[in-house]
């Protein structure tokens, strides 16, 4: 334990706080052993094989995060480990699409860490909502340039901080520099994760849940339900469940309600929907009725029916951005169409299988006979398989044999076995 007592956690209380298992990594370096060994002395009863995917959860809200946490601070003596993962949003959120199973990086965060001479992961770049950098407006990257892939776990037995846990090459170097960094505009979402970030240790304490937050923020006075689920893009039942307690809201859906009521995601998980300036009056969703063309509406039910291979009504009108109603009052035609359509669909399917059969025994009765083995009806079942009780299928084994008896000299003669009178 004394080689960890001068071990310190990067970023603490700022944005960039590093997060468990990139800890977990610099541990294993300053030990020195591989990270897989420095996890089986301290975390022995979860590193197992086939546990990787646990592993890739140790910096959420579950079992595993709070095992990690608690492992670390008794092997190492580091305080506040649990810090370093998001156990303080446990209750009020699902780790469902919390946590990003990939790791994933922003290639300039690690060059100037590099440059500094402090190399870490932080916390922010777990959660899943996080897809661009506040920092320098760059999308996050999954994919490993050296070895190209995509799919990494964030730990694995020979991990390394700011290295690819697949091949272990170094993210930042200057070769794996991205030819074209687009710049994102809107970086609202991350800078609210920022924000969450930094008052996690208060999350911990204050322990919100989402029924009082939920609660808190849609009542008649700023927002209705209905609108709040138009405006979520959810159910209205969902957020009847919300308020009632029943389910849990994603993060996601707390980013768009702190949207839509103006406050920040921290004011918001704290309850703090007071002292902002919420809108008094209710937000209301008009939906604009536009005309609709029938012209247009047949023109592209007709074009869906050419374009779908498996055509069934709710499939075209799908297609053809039209409702099944609309269709049944207006134009009721094109419902015949389709069913006509479909028939006609269904016995050319029934025709072209029925000819792949058809010459899957023919080819079966002639290989036979060129091997010189009599092609009776269970040597054709046994070569052919189920084929030969399809329907028609006598009648191409007699066709064949009809062939076959017409040749000048045919190898095989049919049996044909007296009747009992």
């Not at 997060?19 to 197992?48: N, Q, Y």
């Not at 520099?177 to 994760?193: F, V």
């Not at 809201?249 to 707390?254: G, R, V």
């Not at 035609?333 to 399917?349: F, V």
């Amino acid at each position: 334990m004394e080689r960890f007592n001068a071990v310190t956690i990067h970023g603490m209380g700022t944005p960039m706080m590093e997060c468990s298992t990139g800890l977990v990594k610099r541990l294993a370096e300053r030990a020195p052993v591989s990270t897989g060994d420095f996890l089986r002395a301290i975390w022995t009863r979860r590193w197992m094989p086939g546990n990787l995917q646990v592993l890739a959860r140790a910096d959420g809200i579950s079992r595993p995060a709070r095992e990690l946490a608690l492992a670390l601070r008794l092997a190492t003596g580091i305080a506040h480990t649990r810090q370093l993962t998001l156990a303080a949003l446990a209750g009020f959120t699902s780790e469902a699409e919390l946590i990003d199973e990939r790791q994933r990086w922003c290639w300039a965060c690690l060059h100037g860490m590099l440059a500094i001479g402090r190399i870490w992961e932080p916390l922010v770049w777990r959660i899943r909502d996080y897809e661009t950098c506040h920092i320098h407006r760059t999308p996050l990257q999954s994919q490993c340039p050296a070895c190209l892939r995509r799919r990494i776990l964030p730990l694995g037995s020979y991990s390394r901080v700011g290295c690819c846990s697949a091949c272990g090459e170094w993210l930042g170097a200057e070769v794996y520099k991205p030819a074209h960094i687009t710049q994102a505009e809107d970086i609202g979402r991350s800078e609210q994760i920022c924000r969450l970030i930094t008052v996690m240790p208060q999350l911990s304490v204050a322990r919100p849940t989402a029924r009082a937050i939920v609660g808190s923020c849609i009542r008649p006075d700023i927002i209705l339900e209905r609108d709040a689920a138009t405006l979520l893009d959810v159910g209205y039942r969902t957020v009847r469940n919300w308020k009632a307690g029943t389910n849990i809201p994603k993060l996601k859906h707390y980013l768009d309600l702190a949207s839509v009521i103006s406050v920040t995601l921290d004011n918001l998980l704290l309850n703090r929907t007071d002292i902002v300036k919420a809108p008094q009056v209710s937000v209301r969703v008009e939906r604009k009725r536009t005309s609709i063309d029938p012209e247009l509406v047949e023109q592209a039910w007709r074009t869906a029916i050419g374009t779908l291979d498996d055509i069934s009504i709710p499939q075209v009108a799908n297609a053809a951005n039209v409702s099944i109603t609309y269709v049944r009052e207006h134009l009721p035609h094109l419902l015949d169409e389709a069913k006509e359509a479909r028939r006609q669909a269904e016995r050319a399917r029934r025709s072209k299988k029925a000819a792949i059969q058809s010459s899957q025994i023919s080819a079966c009765f002639r290989n036979l006979v060129q091997a010189g083995i009599y092609p009776s009806y269970d040597k054709i079942q046994e070569f052919a398989g189920t084929v030969v009780r399809a329907k028609g299928a006598s009648a191409v084994i007699a066709d064949e044999w009809s062939r076959l008896e017409a040749m000048p000299n045919p190898p095989f003669r049919r049996l044909v076995f007296p009747q009992n009178r």
